[in-house]
């Protein structure tokens, strides 16, 4: 059975960090490309990072770039969104999922139920 399992998120101040985890199951996290997307109150879902399936080349949303690292464990079958300097507007749920590719790529299966980020002094 195909998941993919968000975690991680929490309550953090502005400039903190926090380590977000898509833990999957069913498939081999290096045999698909991966997404990080975040939606925020009253906002619709944005594509925050993507790691590709093979050589795991990373891509960012320019809001992040330089704060955001995505990498992946294949061992772990894990891809992870290491997140810094983080910023009242970084607020929202995160979730994890499967796509057909980086740029304009289809997404693949349904939501999880996401992880929680809140930046707030």
């Known amino acids: 059975q195909v998941q993919l399992v968000e975690s991680g998120g929490g309550l953090v101040q502005p400039g903190g960090s926090l380590r977000l985890s898509c833990v999957v199951s069913?498939?081999?996290?290096?045999?698909?490309?991966i997404g990080w997307f975040r939606q925020a109150p009253g906002k619709e879902r944005e594509a925050v990072s993507c790691i590709s399936k093979g050589d795991g080349s990373p891509s960012y949303a320019d809001s992040v770039k330089g704060r955001f690292t995505i990498s992946r464990d294949n061992a772990k079958n894990a891809v992870y969104l290491q997140m810094n300097n983080l910023k009242p507007d970084d607020t929202a749920v995160y979730y994890c999922?499967?796509?057909?590719?980086?740029?304009?790529?289809?997404?693949?299966?349904?939501w999880g139920q996401g992880t929680q980020v809140t930046v707030s002094a």
């Open positions: 069913g498939f081999r996290v290096d045999s698909y490309t």
């Open positions: 999922r499967r796509r057909t590719g980086c740029y304009g790529g289809l997404l693949v299966g349904t």
